[in-house]
Nanobody
Framework: QMRLVESGGGLVHPGGSLRLSCITSGFTFSSSIISWVRQAPGKGLEWVSTIGEVGVGPDVTRYADSVKGRFTVSRDNALNILYLQMNSLKPEDTAVYYC?????RGQGTQVTVSS
């Protein structure tokens, strides 16, 4: 049974940083394609980043234009943990962040960027 558990969210000032973690189990983590998505208040789900690509490799990364250059996705295959390092945070990054695989998501972690 697949399980995804996000953590690491919190309240941060604009320009600050946070690192989100997604502890996973129930599937072959090292070769899996996994994404971060977010949902801002009153809005739909927004894709943020993906690690892994079919036919290319498990460590290829892609980012939404809104976070490119500020966010970095990475994976620890020994611990089966997915990370999202978020730097230079902006108020518009405020959202609940989820890791997602094959349509499954965890409970999410709240990120609030405010002065």
């Amino acid at each position: 049974q697949m399980r995804l558990v996000e953590s690491g969210g919190g309240l941060v000032h604009p320009g600050g940083s946070l690192r989100l973690s997604c502890i996973t189990s129930g599937f072959t983590f090292s070769s899996s394609i996994i994404s971060w998505v977010r949902q801002a208040p009153g809005k739909g789900l927004e894709w943020v980043s993906t690690i892994g690509e079919v036919g290319v490799g498990p460590d290829v990364t892609r980012y939404a234009d809104s976070v490119k250059g500020r966010f970095t996705v990475s994976r620890d295959n020994a611990l089966n943990i997915l990370y999202l390092q978020m730097n230079s945070l902006k108020p518009e990054d405020t959202a609940v962040y989820y890791c997602e695989k094959d349509g499954w998501r965890g409970q999410g972690t709240q990120v609030t960027v405010s002065s």
